[in-house]
């Protein structure tokens, strides 16, 4: 095997439950999180990687490749995935082996739960290879824990294995919580890390390469009723559930997320509660072009004011905030990032897919906060949930195209 400790470092990793938690307030939200970043940071030093060190203030593992070289000018790298994992049971992950896929249906475990290429056609890219699939009770937690298996595979082979020939400049590596509810990269300390560019290594199949992704904004939709006895209601009572769908009737029909793909922007109602009294609607805005994400906000900033206006009364209020933004804006002004690594995988007989992402990444916040980063495979399929499944040869090639970039940049 190419990388022998690849696929036990993995296996390994995914057997920890580090399931993060949007309910809690602490930074990172589950305490296994920390214990699991503290179990990374031991493996970083004992494999050579210098000044490893854990930032409480952002749950980050930090560590550098030192540069090997005296050439100048070669740009800091920086290599990132993250230790959560989703929303789904990650208690006793039982990661099963499947060496040399036949291509047939696969039984997940003793459960009624199946990999069928009838249902799932992606496995029809596998034949042959070793997949990691789960037992059928949890996911696997390939997402992300085959970007951080591959980063350490990296780092491993750099400073012990046959990478020492490879002339490269400073590489730093960095291994975040709470991805997987979108805040892990909010209290990111881009001075601490201190690189030109970066990558997270937290994508899907083979070949992948983003760097669009959607301008997000969360939206709160507060209404304040008049609740009356319903026989004498008539023009005094002011329904608050009954305004919130007036309010949603009044989006655009069809910008929603099950009628939009590609490109296309959409408001996603999350949830409504409440009562004739007060009742609140949640929203998610999401839109890959900039004035469009701006005009949606716009929308709905008008909607409430019409309204209101109609009510005679300021019912309606909004908590409108931006999320993150399409990394896009950042990464054109420096195509070269995107370049190194489609060249990469070109040298190694990878074609790279270049898709805008419909989601965000934890790139997409820290290319905004002043380090460009977009993202690329790290090769699981079917992520969050039972179906889960990753290839070796994924991964490797995964660990295989961060080494040719790395190559690369010095040049
Ligand atoms: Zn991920």
Redesign the pocket.
Known sequence: MKYEKLLPRFLDYVKINTRSDEASTTTPTTQSQVGFAAKLADELRAIGVQNVHYLTSNGYVIGTIPANTDKTGIRKMGLI??MDT?DFNADGVNPQVLENYDGGVIKLGTTEFTLDPAEFPNLKNYNGQTLIHTDGTTLLGA??KA?LAEIMTVADFLINGDGQKIPHGEIRIGFGPD??IGIGADKFDVDDFDVDFAY?V??GPLGELEYETFSAAGLVVNVQGKNVHPGTAKNIMVNALQVLIDFHNALPEFDRPEKTEGREGFFHLLKMDGAVEAAKSTYIIRDHDKEAFAARKQLVVDLAAKMNAELGEERITLDLKDQYYNMAEIIKKDMSIIELAKTAMENLGITPKIEPVRGG??GSKISFMGIPTPNMF?G?EN?HGRYEFVSLESMEQAVDTVLEMIKLNAN
């Open positions: 995935s993250h989703a997402d992300d970007g991805e997987e997270t937290d994508g990444t934890d790290a699981g992520m």
